[in-house]
């Protein structure tokens, strides 16, 4: 291994690591210098800057020195102790419960952790030696006795004394425990936002259940909501009929309401059906739009190569009256669309002709027969944001090419022009968030329905047991950012974890045929109320009996060693014979 290079600050020298560095000197070649910056330096690319991970990175090089334990489980008491000194033990607001704690533990123990010197004693003497409420308790003869005994024991070693000399960090202050970063992804400003002037819309298709992707899209319109006191329109884009279901409808708004969204107002597109087809007919009567008959793949076909349709070219009334026959259903209308007169040489697709409205005879769950003719999405959508009042449209970045199509409608009709603002959609690795294609898995009875735990789903997620404000912060991580990025199902389960855990109760379970028995020949058959949660008074109380035998995981016996001492939790520390 070359040679590795440990930088320190003189002003704010890591102790920890430079205990460290002695321990393993003998095994490892370590240079050490001054700097401006705490930095161990591996390679050209590999570089550690956090005092814990040069702690554990040492550690790990120089196995035969012992500092990271002897086995799983010392590893994993070692790790809460290097955060309890990064964390509670550097905090002055606490110092005194978390010194007592200390205390507490060190009652029966020579070291922290095992019966030998680990990275756990470096870090919290180190963290002990520049605290100036410790050296305060020293001076005065306040300190408490096992955490006086221990601290004297190891500041006599030479390691720690040539340390300690060397780097005197007596006389430093406790630092408070710098507040933890909120994992929040980064929120852009919206152009032209004004306090108490925004307002946003969620528009789902009342064709499914609301799925992750969707519970992104509603998050993000209900920060802008909340952040700029605005408004959030809740609108049903209900303009497809063959699609819409009004139960559908129903459980979106459960969804919604189990998201902890408040929308300040609720609308369907088909409020403005009247609105819209007048706004279809200006456009044909300024031959801005024209009616075509031309079969569907044909009409594609000449999309793609840029050839303008047959009909492009129609009088307005011959358009008008192709129009009429949509209206009223016929066989022929049935057989036509309304089309833009955009640009058929565009090098967006989307601008070539797009369609503005279609015949569908099926009735509409809200107005029935009334109309045989009904607007896309990409035309109504503008159109309704227009009259509703919406200032900023927040539209995931797939939709970027309809952008210039969106806002050719509004200067087309003369109508007030929001301002659309793209973001990311949520990508998932290995995840089907196409609600065709969920529909299918429904419809083919592979799942228990739309809330089946395997589905990403809101409902789905929930039954599996993410918890709403993990969902929350999942998303909130992710901001508005407009950066696709492809994530594992592992981080939100992991902002899941930060929910529960701090109330989560804690029990144990083990399964029969892997226990092993421990003989405890002092201990009497008992039973004592102790806490749900060790953090968390508050989760309530347990029983927990006792008795000369209890049962461990074969897989935990097997690390133990004779003559050994090993926490038990809620029993205490026993020596292994």
Not at 68 to 75: A, P, T
Request: glycine content about 6%; hydrophobic content about 35%.
């Amino acid at each position: 291994m070359a040679t590795l290079s440990l930088t320190v600050n003189s002003g704010d020298p890591p102790l920890g690591a430079l205990l460290a560095v002695e321990h393993v000197k003998d095994d490892v070649s370590i240079s050490v210098e001054e700097g401006k910056e705490n930095i161990l330096h591996v390679s050209e690319n590999v570089i550690f800057t956090d005092v814990n991970s040069i702690l554990r990175y040492l550690a790990r090089v120089a196995t035969t020195a012992g500092l990271y334990g002897s086995n799983l489980m010392e590893h994993t008491e070692i790790d809460h102790w290097l955060e309890f000194s990064a964390t509670k033990l550097s905090s002055c607001d606490s110092f005194t419960s978390t010194i007592n704690e200390l205390n507490h533990c060190l009652s029966l123990r020579t070291y922290l952790v095992g019966n030998s010197l680990s990275l756990a004693d470096l870090c919290v003497w180190a963290t002990l030696k520049g605290n100036a409420a410790w050296q305060e308790q020293l001076k005065q003869k306040k300190a408490p006795v096992h955490v006086k005994r221990w601290f004297g024991f190891l500041e006599a070693q030479q390691a720690f004394q040539s340390v300690g000399t060397k780097w005197d960090v007596s006389t430093t202050k406790a630092r408070v425990a710098p507040e933890k970063k909120q994992d929040v992804g980064k929120f852009v400003e919206l152009p032209g936002a004004e306090m108490g002037k925004v307002t946003v819309r969620f528009p789902p298709e009342a064709s499914g259940y609301l799925h992750i992707g969707h519970a992104k899209a509603a998050l993000l319109n209900q920060h802008y909501q909340v952040n700029f006191k605005g408004k959030l329109i809740m609108r049903f884009d209900d303009t497809n009929p063959e699609k819409e279901k009004e139960d559908f409808e129903k459980v979106i708004l459960e969804d919604v309401a189990m998201l902890h969204i408040k929308p300040d107002q609720f609308t369907y597109t088909s409020d403005h059906f009247e609105t819209i087809m007048k706004y279809a007919e200006k456009l044909i009567q300024e031959g801005k739009a024209y009616v075509d008959d031309t079969p569907a793949e044909q009409m594609k076909a000449e999309r793609e190569q840029r050839i303008e349709s047959k009909h492009r070219k129609n009088p307005i009334e011959k358009n008008l009256q192709m129009w009429e026959e949509m209206k009223k259903g016929s066989q022929f209308g049935q057989s036509c669309c309304l089309r833009a007169k955009i640009d058929m040489s565009s090098n967006n697709g989307c601008m070539r002709d797009p369609t503005l409205y279609r015949c569908k005879i099926q009735p509409h769950p809200r107005t029935g027969n009334k109309y045989n003719v009904y607007p896309t999405y990409d035309f109504a959508c503008p159109i309704v944001d227009s009259i509703e009042g919406v200032t900023h449209a927040l539209r995931t970045t797939e939709y970027h090419d309809r952008d210039e199509q969106f806002y050719w409608i509004i200067e087309a009709l003369g109508i007030r022009k929001p301002y659309i603002w793209e973001y990311s959609r949520l990508n998932l690795n290995n995840t089907v968030l196409s609600k065709r294609k969920l529909t299918w898995f429904v419809n083919e009875g592979l799942v228990d329905g739309w809330d089946d735990p395997r589905f990403p789903t809101v409902r789905g997620v929930l039954r599996r047991g993410m918890t709403v404000e993990g969902l929350k912060q999942f998303i909130a991580a992710q901001g508005s950012s407009r950066s696709v990025v492809n994530m594992e199902w592992d981080k939100i389960w992991a902002f899941n974890k930060k929910v529960i855990d701090p109330v989560a109760p804690r029990y144990v379970a083990l399964l029969k045929k892997e226990v092993i028995p421990v003989n405890v020949p002092e201990a009497q058959e008992e039973m004592k109320e102790v806490a749900k949660h060790p953090k968390n008074p508050e989760v309530g109380l347990k029983p927990v009996w006792y008795s000369p035998k209890v049962f461990i995981e074969g897989a935990d016996a097997e690390t133990f060693s004779e003559g050994e001492m090993v926490t038990f939790i809620n029993w205490g520390n026993l020596n292994i014979t």
